[in-house]
C-alpha cells in the first residue's frame, strides 16, 4: 500500500533513470510488449504488430506502435538496422535489454504477491 | 502501380499528414508501409484512423514542447519557449484589442464603475509588464542571431529573421498611419487625457483593428474605406509573421544554456502576467459597466477574445513546466 501511494506522489521529473519505462505514460504497456517482441530478435513495424497479436493477444494499432517505436529510439532503448526497402526492422540494445529485464522481474514481483494473496485469502483455483 | 495499390498507398499519404514534417521524413516510409498492409488486411477500421490522428497529435504537441515526453533538454527548452511566444501572440493579439477599446475609452471619460478602474489599472500594468519582458527576452536572443549571421553561421536564421522583422515593420508603420488618423490623440501623440498617452491608445486600437465583430456584419463592413478594410485583412497575416518569425528563429538559435535558463525564467514572470491580465479582463466584463456614453461596453468579441486567451494561457502554462523542466535538466548536466 505504502509502495502504491509513494509511487502514485511522485512527480514526473523524479523518475529513477533505471527505470527507463517509467517515462513512458500510457505507452509503457506497448513499449513493454513491443521490447519482449524484439526480445527474440529484429522485426520490422508490420512483423511486430502480428506477433505481438499472437503472443499477448493485443492488435497495436499503427499509431501507438510507431509512437511507441519512437520514444524506445529516442530512449536508446531500441535501435533501427539498415533496410533495403521501406519496412525498416528495428533491434533491442544492450540498455533495451537491461530495462526489460528489470521491468518484467518488477512485474513478476507484482503479479507473485498478489497470486500469493489471492491464495491465502481465497484459496487456490 | 495497379489502381487498388494506389488507392491504398493514396490513403495512407492521408493519414500520414496528421505528422509533423521530421516525424514523416524520419518514420514516414516505414509507417506509410504498415499502413498499408494494415488496410490491405482490413480496409476500414475507424479505431485506426483515430489512434493514427491521436498518435499524429501527440507528435506535434512532442515537436512544440509542450508533452512529457524526454526530449534533448536544449530542444525542449527552445520547443516551449516557441510554442509560449505563439501562445503569446494569440493571448496579446485579443489582450490588446480588449485594452486599447478600454483606453480609447478613457480618452474621452473615466469609469464610473471600480471594477472597470480596477481592470484597467491591473491590465495596464501587465501591458507595461509585457513589454518589458518582450525586451528583456529579446536582447540576447537579437544578440546571437546576430552574431551567427556575422560569422555566416546562420543555420537557416535569416529567413526566419526576415519574416519577423518584415511583420513587425509592417505592423509598426501601418498601425502608426491607422492611429495618426483617429481623432482622440488631438494631434499629439502624447496628449495625456486618459490612463495612458492617446497616441498609444490610438496606436494599440490601430495595431489589432481586425479583432472586431464587423466581420460578422459584411454590410457594415463595405461602409469603411478600402484603405482600411485592407489594413484589417492584412495586419492579421503580419501578425502571424511576426509571431512564426519569432517562434522559428528561438527555435533554430544555439542559444548557451545560461540564456536558455534566463529565457525559462522570463517565460514564467510573462505566464503571471497573462493570468493577472485574464483575470483584469475577466472582472470587466463580469463586474464592469457599460458606462458614460457606453464607452466601456462589452461585446460578442470581447467574449470570444476571453475564450481564446483562456486557451492561450493554458497552453502558456503548460510551456512554461516543459521549458522549467528543460532548464532543469540543463543545470543537473
Known sequence: ?125 | MSEASEDLARRAERLLRWYPKDWRSRYGDEFTELLTAEICERPRSLRRSADVAWSGLTARLTNAGLTGHAIEPGDQVRASLASLGCALGVFLAFGIAIWSQLTIGWQWSEPDTSATYAAMILMSGMMLLFLILSVLSAIPIACCVVERIVRRRSQGLVRPSLLFVAGAAFLIIGSRHFGNGWPGTGGHAWAQQGLVPGGVAAFTWASTLSVTSYWAHPGALASFPTGELLWMALSPVAMVCLVVGAAKTVRRVDLPPRVLRYEACLARFATYGMIAFLAGSYVWVIAGDPGPKDLFHTGAIDIAGLVAMSAALAVAHRAVQRARHGGLALIQR
Open chain 1, 1 to 125: 500500500m505504502t509502495l502504491v501511494a509513494r509511487s502514485a506522489k511522485a512527480p514526473e521529473d523524479d523518475r529513477s533513470p533505471s527505470e527507463p519505462l517509467g517515462t513512458f505514460g500510457r505507452y509503457a504497456g506497448p513499449a513493454t510488449l513491443i521490447l519482449s517482441s524484439l526480445a527474440e530478435g529484429a522485426k520490422h513495424g508490420y512483423a511486430l504488430t502480428k506477433d505481438i497479436e499472437a503472443f499477448a493477444g493485443v492488435r497495436l494499432a499503427p499509431g501507438t506502435l510507431y509512437e511507441a517505436l519512437s520514444r524506445l529510439e529516442g530512449q536508446g532503448l531500441i535501435e533501427a538496422l539498415d533496410s533495403h526497402d521501406r519496412r525498416r526492422p528495428y533491434q533491442l540494445t544492450a540498455v533495451g535489454a537491461a530495462a526489460l529485464r528489470a521491468h518484467l522481474a518488477a512485474q513478476r514481483r507484482v503479479a507473485d504477491l498478489g497470486l500469493r494473496r489471492l491464495a491465502r485469502s481465497w484459496g487456490t483455483a
